[in-house]
Every structure is written in C-alpha cells, then in structure tokens.
C-alpha cells in the first residue's frame, strides 16, 4: 500500500466496515486508443459533411456536398451498361442470325446476352442452361435431337410462333378406339425400336397396327424416327407435326415402359408459348433482337448443326 499515493482517483470511496476502503482509480486511457478515438470523430463529421446522413423534419435529409445518391449510382452504372451493349445490339439488329454467327466477337456477345435472356423467360421451364424436364414434357435444348428442327431459322420460329405438340389419345376409355391388349401390343412394338421389345408377339401385332389402323406411322414416319426425320408411304412428313424419334435413347416424357404405354393410351399435348405476340396478336413479350439473340444461343446449347 505504499504507493498508493501516487495513484489518481476520481475521488469516489466506498468505506466498508473494516476499515479498507474501496477507491476508484483514473487510469489515463492509452494513447493509441485515445488517438484513433479522434480520428473516428473527425472521419464522421467530414463524412456528415460530403454525403447524405442525417434525417431532417419533413422527410428529408442531409444530402452531402457531394450530391451522391444509390440511385444516381445505379442510373449511371445502368446507363454505362446500356451504352456498352448499344454498338453490339445496333449490329445484330441490322445482321441475320447467320450472318451474327460468322462474326465470333459478335457470337460472343449473342451467345452470354442471350444466356441472360433465357435464364429469365425459358429456364423455369426448360430447366437452367436448357436440360429440360421429362415430368413436364419440357425437351432437353441442350442435345441435337430436335422435334421441330435445330437450325437458326427453326429455333428463331419456334421462339416467335410456339409449337402445341398434339399426341392423340390411343386407349379406348381415354377417347381413343383401341384395346388395352391393343396398346400394350403397341407399347411393345415402340420399345421395340429402340431394341427394348420383351414380347416378339406383341410387338409384331403392334407394327401391324403402328402402319395400320393407328396410323403412327402418319406423325412418326415409317421407321419411327420423329416426324422431322421420317416419312410415311415414301413422302416426307411435316416437320410441324413435332413428333419425337421414337428410335433413340432420348425422350420427351419417358422411355420407360410404363411412361411409353401412358403416352400411347392417354396421349400428350406439349405447349410452348409463342413468344412474340399474345392470343390477340400484340403485345411482344420479347423484341426482335431478344429473339434474336435466345436463338443463337440456343443453337450453340444444341451443337449448333
Ligand atoms: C411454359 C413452359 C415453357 C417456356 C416458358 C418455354 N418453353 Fe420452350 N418448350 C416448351 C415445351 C412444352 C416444348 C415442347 C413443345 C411440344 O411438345 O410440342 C418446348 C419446345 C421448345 C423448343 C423446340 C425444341 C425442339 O426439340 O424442337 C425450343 C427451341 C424452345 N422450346 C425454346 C424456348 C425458349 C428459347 C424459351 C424462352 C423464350 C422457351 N422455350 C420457353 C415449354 C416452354
Ligand atoms: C397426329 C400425330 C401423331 C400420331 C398419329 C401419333 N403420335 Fe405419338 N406423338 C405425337 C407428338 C406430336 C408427340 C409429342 C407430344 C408432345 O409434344 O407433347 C408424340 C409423342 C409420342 C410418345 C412419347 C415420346 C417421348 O419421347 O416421350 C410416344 C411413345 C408416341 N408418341 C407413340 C405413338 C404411337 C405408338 C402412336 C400410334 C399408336 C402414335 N404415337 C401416334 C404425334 C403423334
């Protein structure tokens, strides 16, 4: 206790009943700490002082010598964007998709704007990059097996028209005219063509009927390779008619037995939505260069054929 003098107190004593009593020592606070202490104060203030801070009466605030806002901030970074974009997208406006193609700068720019385009419009459906969904009926974007065609002029009309794929219901209690025995025989020769068949009788009655009665062969052509492949009777079919190949490894709902025999009994009906006007005829829901430039981007997704 011999130093005890020599300590600052604020003065402030507890006596307790002993005798010792309870100072409160001043400590000086350290330096460094004191110093950075100024230095927050002085940094508020300049702060205050050159941008918007303080609340005011009547709604408003103090805005700063500076005059700068969020809003003005994103406006310019908006308007750098749309000034950066505006040579690219006055080209590809005044260019075919053909032509954009050519021009790898140009495909560049189409291909990353577009991807933009179709992760807001297309994605929910077709899935994120274009792997589709089978539970939906929502084709694979991303493989070079087409129902309507995979060439820049296809795409860029199935962007701007829509397609309603049409699969007519086969089963006689689902508005078809055929026996369960005569889909499952049916079902039998589908998986058939795609080397799958577990039933050689079946699938022989189930040819019969695919170029017979049922009339398959009028949308999935002779062989069974889709109706843009195919041709029925030796003459091509309309490549409108959207019918997928039957023949490959890659299908639209399911290739599954059970999935093929519900798609011949009961039918299909996709529908992807015409992009460039609605059921009155206005209305764009996507401009000209939009289209433009989802199509070559889904074309690069599908191997660009
Ligand atoms: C509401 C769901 C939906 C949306 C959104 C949608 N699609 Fe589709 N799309 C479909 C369906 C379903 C089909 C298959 C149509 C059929 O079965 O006849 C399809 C087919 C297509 C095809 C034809 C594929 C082929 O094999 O020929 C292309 C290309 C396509 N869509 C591109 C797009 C693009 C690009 C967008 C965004 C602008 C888009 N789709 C938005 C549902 C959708
Ligand atoms: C009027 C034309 C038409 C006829 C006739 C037709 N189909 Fe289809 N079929 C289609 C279309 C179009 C689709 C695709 C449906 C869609 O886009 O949603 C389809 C889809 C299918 C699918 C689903 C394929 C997949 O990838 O998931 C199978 C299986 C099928 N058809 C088998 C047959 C069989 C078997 C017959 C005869 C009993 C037949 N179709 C008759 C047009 C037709």
Redesign the pocket.
């Known amino acids: 206790m011999a130093d005890e003098k020599e300590i600052e107190t604020t003065g402030h004593q507890w006596d307790d009943e002993e005798g010792y009593p309870l100072k409160e020592y001043n400590n000086p606070l350290p330096k460094w700490w004191l110093y950075s202490y100024y230095a927050t104060i002085v940094y508020a203030v300049i702060y205050w002082i050159l941008y918007p801070a303080w609340p005011i009466p009547g709604g408003e605030y103090t805005k700063g010598v500076l005059g700068w806002s969020q809003h003005k901030q994103l406006e310019e970074e908006m308007a750098a964007s749309q000034a950066a974009k505006k040579p690219f997208n006055d080209k590809i406006s005044a260019l075919t998709t053909s032509e954009i193609t050519q021009d790898s700068q140009l495909l560049q720019y189409a291909v990353s704007a577009g991807k933009a385009i179709f992760g807001d419009n297309c994605a929910p459906c077709h899935g994120g990059g274009g792997v589709g969904a089978k539970a939906g009926?929502f084709p694979a974007l991303v493989d070079d097996d087409w129902?309507y065609g995979g060439t820049l002029e296809q795409i860029s009309e199935t962007i701007h028209m829509g397609r309603a794929?049409?699969?007519?219901p086969?089963l006689d209690s689902a508005e078809g005219s055929f026996t369960a025995a005569q889909v499952n025989d049916?079902t039998q020769y589908?998986l058939s063509l795609s080397g799958r068949s577990t039933d050689a009788g079946a699938a022989g009655r189930g040819d019969a009927l695919?170029r017979g009665d049922?009339?398959?062969n009028?949308?999935?052509g002779d062989e069974g390779k889709g109706s843009l492949l195919g041709s029925a009777g030796g003459e091509k079919l309309d490549t409108s008619?959207?019918?997928?190949n039957?023949t490959d490894a890659i299908?639209?709902?399911?290739g599954d037995e059970a999935t093929?025999k519900t798609?011949?009994a009961k039918g299909?009906?996709?529908n992807m939505p015409a992009w460039e006007k609605d059921s009155e005829g206005n209305n764009r829901k996507l401009s000209e260069l939009d289209i433009k430039l989802l199509s070559i981007y889904v074309h690069t997704l599908g191997g660009g054929k």
């Open positions: 009926g129902l794929g049409q699969m007519p086969h049916l589908t695919y049922a009339g398959c009028n949308c999935h008619i959207g019918a997928p039957l299908w639209l709902y399911g093929v798609s011949i299909r009906k996709g």
